[in-house]
């Protein structure tokens, strides 16, 4: 399907789950079996290891979930050997039938951000990190978000746009109240615009290539959020580690328990480390412990909140 | 010197100019003696392409100026060859004693903030892209940049945290106005604590290890900026292809001539596209076209601004 929005509420309907995995590997977490057999590994093989690991999470979350979001700054992190691994992790999601939000929070103005909307978001052929989807920073305004939307409507991808995050500092600025409303409302405002102005072709839902990430740690502003973005996919981040439960991401969903997607990283591909499944699983088992993660986190998001429905589906 | 800001001060003392130079590679603009000998050239091929063209820039300007600001995108866009060529450039700008601002614009939360960080501002022997400093995007808030500045102020680097951008669309949100003040002063107050909690060891200078990056397209603005941050090195871009003048910027520098850099990025490096120059200078002279422009924007800011008492010093 050649839209953003049309591909991942097709991929939510079919896994019957909004649950999504962030794919954050650090190399302290990984399971006793992929550690480099070295005190100093080279960045290559740290980056060899960054594959394995995130391909034996795919392989075990691609049946179960629609969708997987690797977080390049922990690829950054080792260096052209770590971009080079995170490409392949995109790649190898993407063959295995996930949609993939790559969350790198990029932006800037004019021929850079398209420079950067290349990389991410351009034809899988030419492009290096090429995503279904990329998150994206708002405060360079509405015309450092253009490039990104069209370069994304072009390929049949989309952006997901920091609203509300989840941190304890994340109302700094974004609380701010200009004009009797907080500046994320006011964020909000945009990005439903830019989401009405790119509907996908299924008529079953009214969403369009552009998203917006809403952090789960504020309940009721995510009930205002989804009211003032009607048209626009949530990214809800904040889920388990982070503090968020089920029931603190009910409001994000829209009356068909379509309309949010809930991430869930550490808690899931570090299970191995969580004290419930420790004794449950020996480290060579550690994708088994992902899983049991993985189907706890779907049925606590359908008995909880309105995403339940999606069961229903036949 | 173990501080950024001590760095950069002695810096734009010892070159007598606050012009920064913006490396900011394209394929299409490269001279036509780098261009690679191939319809479609592999990634590698551009890499290199970059690389031999940065290089070239680097040479001629290293005596001349304080800093450069190679720009992220563009060697993100040809992927993880691309990101080695990023490493290499930031490299050999450094061997050749000049200070490296990467313009990367980060940011997130918690632990993946201090990846990032770890990624651009840790020490330079474990670093893949160690930088003097690095562009950081503030609307996650405070929690976001405090990873930054403490890698930063560890390893002696710095951080200019966007504060108000010269892009058309950057008054959308940050030009809203709370508690009767737009956002942007809002940033600008939490910047400058961030400086004053990180001064430097030379006394002849109050700027501390986080600056502010503000646009040259509003003079009124950057006046009423440096009142606001009195401790904060000012990162202005804008100047030439995006419409700045010399006289435009002369605003953000300190009494001493200090306090501000220029940047100038398209009418430096593709100097050899520019009608002046053309004629001047054929294509295998290129590098001579870089020189005379970099002189005339050195003079320019020199004769219309407070940087021309720089001249003064002995």
Redesign the interface.
């Given at each position: 399907m050649h839209h953003f929005a049309d591909r991942l509420t097709a991929a939510v309907r079919r896994t019957k789950t909004p649950a999504l995995v962030g794919i954050?590997p650090?190399l302290a977490n990984l399971p006793a079996p992929l550690q480099p057999n070295t005190e100093s590994p080279s960045?290559e093989q740290v980056a060899n290891a960054f594959v394995q690991f995130s391909k034996g999470i795919i392989d075990v979350v691609a049946p179960l979930v629609p969708a997987v979001k690797p977080?390049s700054?922990?690829f950054?992190?080792?260096?052209?050997?770590?971009?080079?691994a995170l490409?392949q992790v995109i790649q190898y999601a993407r063959s295995k039938g996930l949609v993939v939000i790559t969350?790198a929070?990029?932006?800037?103005?004019?021929?850079?951000?398209d420079?950067?909307a290349?990389?991410y978001l351009g034809p899988p052929d030419s492009t290096?990190?090429a995503s279904d989807c990329l998150t994206v920073?708002?405060?360079?305004?509405?015309?450092?978000l253009e490039p990104f939307v069209t370069i994304a409507q072009q390929n049949g991808n989309g952006i997901f746009v920091?609203v509300k995050?989840?941190?304890?500092?994340?109302?700094?600025?974004?609380d701010?109240?200009?004009?009797k409303q907080p500046?994320y409302q006011?964020?909000a405002q945009?990005v439903n615009q830019l989401a009405l102005d790119t509907p996908g072709q299924d008529s079953s839902h009214s969403y369009g290539c552009v998203g917006a990430v809403v952090g789960a740690t504020y309940p009721e502003q995510l009930v205002a959020l989804r009211q003032t973005m009607p048209n626009t996919w949530l990214l809800v981040p904040g889920y388990g580690a982070q503090g968020g439960g089920a029931s603190d991401v009910a409001g994000g969903f829209d009356k068909q328990g379509l309309g949010a997607i809930i991430n869930s990283s550490r808690g899931i591909i570090f299970a191995h480390e969580r004290e419930e499944f420790r004794e449950r699983f020996s480290p060579p088992d550690w994708q088994r412990a992902v899983e049991a993660a993985t189907l706890d986190m779907i049925a606590g998001l359908a008995a909880e909140t309105p995403a339940g429905k999606l069961q229903d589906l036949s």
């Open positions: 954050d650090r960045p977080q700054a922990f950054e992190q080792i260096g052209p050997a770590g971009t080079a490409g969350d929070k990029r932006n800037d103005i004019g021929s850079t951000a420079a950067y290349q990389a290096p990190f920073s708002p405060y360079l305004g509405e015309d450092s920091l995050t989840s941190n304890p500092g994340g109302g700094r600025f974004q701010l109240v200009a004009d500046v006011h964020v945009l």
